[in-house]
């Protein structure tokens, strides 16, 4: 009687997935969700010229160094062949967007303003909204009218 007891205490301890069990007849089977493996980040990165507001983005690239060098080549391959490109932001699994205000009077210099007179912001955020709403702010901050949009996205 004591070896019964003492394989009955085995056999409680012991896991559940130890013993094959055939499911009961006519029963729904429970699907067992699969893990999830992690997602390998998007890196994007917007880079903008401050002479020429040429500018240039990079969107699902492997890594952070990747994508700024896709924005910077794409800013100095731009409508002025501009060299002093310069990354504005970069981000992961997120969205982007720039903002210019091609001419005008701008206010305050604060590393924002074109020597074309215009300005610039470039911001990230979780959705493209927010994104474009901080990119706007800083555009606005320096020349409160005539900022708009020049592109936005999402790397994801």
Same mark, same amino acid.
């Given at each position: 009687?004591?070896?019964?007891?003492?394989?009955?205490?085995?056999?409680?301890?012991?896991?559940?997935?130890a013993f094959a069990v055939d499911p009961i007849p006519n029963t729904p089977t429970i699907a067992t969700p699969q893990p999830e493996f992690p997602?390998?980040? =998007?890196?994007? !990165?917007?880079?903008?010229?401050p002479k020429t507001l040429?500018? #240039?983005? +990079?969107?699902? &690239?492997?890594? =952070?160094?990747? !994508?700024q060098d896709?924005?910077?080549?794409?800013?100095?391959? #731009?409508? +002025?062949?501009? &060299?002093?490109?310069q990354i504005t932001v970069y981000f992961y699994d997120a969205c982007g967007a720039v903002a210019v205000k091609p001419k005008g009077d701008v206010g305050l210099n604060m590393g924002m303003k074109s020597d074309r007179g215009g300005a610039?912001?470039?911001?990230?955020?979780?959705?493209?909204?927010s994104a474009e709403r901080k990119a706007l702010k800083i555009c606005?901050?320096?020349?409160?009218?005539?900022?708009?949009?020049?592109k936005s996205f999402c790397s994801r």
């Amino acid at each position: 009687m004591r070896m019964f007891a003492v394989m009955m205490m085995v056999l409680m301890y012991l896991p559940t997935q130890a013993f094959a069990v055939d499911p009961i007849p006519n029963t729904p089977t429970i699907a067992t969700p699969q893990p999830e493996f992690p997602k390998t980040p =998007q890196y994007a !990165a917007i880079a903008v010229s401050p002479k020429t507001l040429d500018y #240039g983005t +990079s969107q699902n &690239m492997a890594s =952070q160094i990747e !994508a700024q060098d896709a924005a910077k080549k794409q800013c100095t391959n #731009g409508h +002025s062949k501009a &060299m002093d490109c310069q990354i504005t932001v970069y981000f992961y699994d997120a969205c982007g967007a720039v903002a210019v205000k091609p001419k005008g009077d701008v206010g305050l210099n604060m590393g924002m303003k074109s020597d074309r007179g215009g300005a610039y912001g470039a911001d990230w955020g979780k959705t493209q909204s927010s994104a474009e709403r901080k990119a706007l702010k800083i555009c606005e901050n320096i020349a409160p009218s005539g900022c708009r949009i020049a592109k936005s996205f999402c790397s994801r």
